[in-house]
């Protein structure tokens, strides 16, 4: 049994593993039951963006919903290793050779400590230990800002402007970044990470996220 293993089935016995969109228990080392993957609407897709190549595992909506916010707001475990797991079925999918390091989007540091957690954080301890890939915290959101998704585009960006700072450029020089995000709607903020991580002199930066709002203009880019 692995160390990952063994966690899980620590954690199984005194939180029961849970299907992420029904609920339903479910066997100590599955992520979703048998039903709801069935009827899950996977992509993973990737599409140009920035200088490398933006991952998704499903589009943003009612049922991947469910999932994001209960990750967020509820620190659901589940939820969290759902995700996990089907961005590591994603980027194996589409890597011969996997990203040097993971770097997760940010929260703000006061937030982070009203909530207990970061999910992003979370998300990507998980991945790690799926992946072997290592979780590098090089970015921190230096302000506060305002709530996105009422916002457009324009507004997103002005508002994220120079809310990040690269806190550890030396352990991303040369590096393949991964940036790891649970949802991208306008991708305003995977755009002010990657300007953050520039200064780095890293070799490469790709994004993955979890799931995505897709418009229709976005259709005839998937798969690039």
């Given at each position: ?55 998704c ?19 659901d ?21 996997l ?29 790690s ?17 305002k ?58 930066v790709?994004f ?17």
């Amino acid at each position: 049994m692995t160390k990952y293993e063994l966690k899980r089935t620590l954690l199984d016995v005194f939180f029961p593993n849970r299907c992420p969109v029904c609920n339903k228990v479910i066997g100590r080392m599955d992520y979703i039951c048998k039903e709801c993957g069935e009827e899950f609407e996977y992509s993973y897709t990737a599409q140009k963006f920035c200088t490398g190549r933006l991952l998704c595992v499903c589009r943003y909506d009612d049922k991947s919903s469910r999932i994001v916010l209960g990750a967020k707001r509820n620190r659901d475990g589940s939820k969290l290793s759902f995700m996990a797991y089907t961005l590591m079925k994603c980027i194996t999918q589409h890597y011969d050779t996997l990203p040097d390091v993971l770097v997760p989007v940010p929260m703000y540091s006061s937030d982070k400590r009203k909530k207990g957690y970061s999910h992003t954080e979370k998300i990507c301890a998980e991945l790690s230990e799926l992946t072997g890939i290592p979780v590098v915290k090089a970015v921190e959101k230096i302000r506060r800002t305002k709530e996105q998704k009422s916002l457009k585009r324009k507004d997103r960006l002005d508002n994220l402007k120079g809310s990040f700072a690269l806190s550890d450029a030396k352990a991303l020089s040369g590096k393949h970044i991964l940036v790891v995000d649970d949802v991208s709607t306008t991708g305003a903020t995977l755009e002010e990470v990657f300007r953050t991580l520039l200064p780095s002199e890293c070799d490469a930066v790709d994004f993955a996220v979890f799931a995505r709002t897709v418009n229709k203009n976005d259709k005839n880019k998937e798969n690039a």
